[in-house]
């Protein structure tokens, strides 16, 4: 399936321009890359610093760490994008979208919508991080998905994505869908991509081989 940038809910800027041009590259490494490294460490830098993967997920740092570690990764010909959530010293506001844009992250991960509106404001991409822990969490993410289209969703606990996906697929067909959680091995990770999810994010350094 060839993947796409999400229809965004904000007028045509110039930035906008930009973004739309950086997005077809991201959506093509994406397909490229079905382990994302999560890093949760510094240790773990190198680590992904060599994998396959175009992308990484940022899952630490703090207002000091976060350029150095961006550029690290930069120069490997990595991408950043950056759980907003996660991130101690940040708020979630504008403010905090703009410093994480200026220490040249890609991309905001985040469970609310406003930081995600702030985020495609500043050009980069806006991932929806959502959880699947029962019924109720599934239809309440259903219904966020009405008023604002992210260009990615993660979904939390990968595990759940075969039995969230068709609802998910039917409600916005179009979107690339990341699993994250509880993931071990890599036989998981290819049997959830056989699921349907478009790629899986670990944080365990001896998966990010494919």
Do not use: Y
């Not at 509880?182 to 944080?203: I, P």
């Amino acid at each position: 399936m060839q993947l796409r940038p999400a229809n965004h809910d904000r007028a045509s800027t110039s930035k906008q321009s930009e973004f739309r041009v950086a997005s077809d590259k991201v959506w093509a490494w994406l397909e490229q890359s079905r382990v994302i490294p999560s890093l949760r460490v510094a240790a773990n830098i190198p680590a992904a610093c060599a994998s396959p993967s175009r992308i990484v997920f940022l899952l630490f740092g703090t207002p000091l760490m976060i350029g150095d570690i961006v550029l690290r990764l930069s120069d490997a010909g990595k991408i950043a994008i950056a759980n907003l959530d996660l991130l101690p010293g940040l708020a979630r506001d504008s403010a905090a979208i703009e410093f994480l844009a200026r220490a040249g992250v890609s991309g905001v991960i985040s469970t609310h919508q406003d930081a995600l509106r702030a985020a495609r404001s500043q050009g980069l991409l806006a991932v929806q991080r959502t959880f699947a822990l029962d019924s109720a969490a599934l239809a309440n993410s259903l219904r966020t998905l009405e008023h604002f289209q992210p260009d990615i969703i993660e979904l939390l606990p990968a595990v759940a994505a075969p039995l969230t996906i068709p609802m998910l697929r039917a409600a916005q067909p179009n979107l690339p869908i990341i699993g994250c959680g509880l993931v071990r091995s890599l036989m998981q990770v290819d049997e959830l991509v056989r699921q349907g999810v478009t790629s899986v994010s670990v944080s365990d350094p001896s998966l990010w081989v494919v």
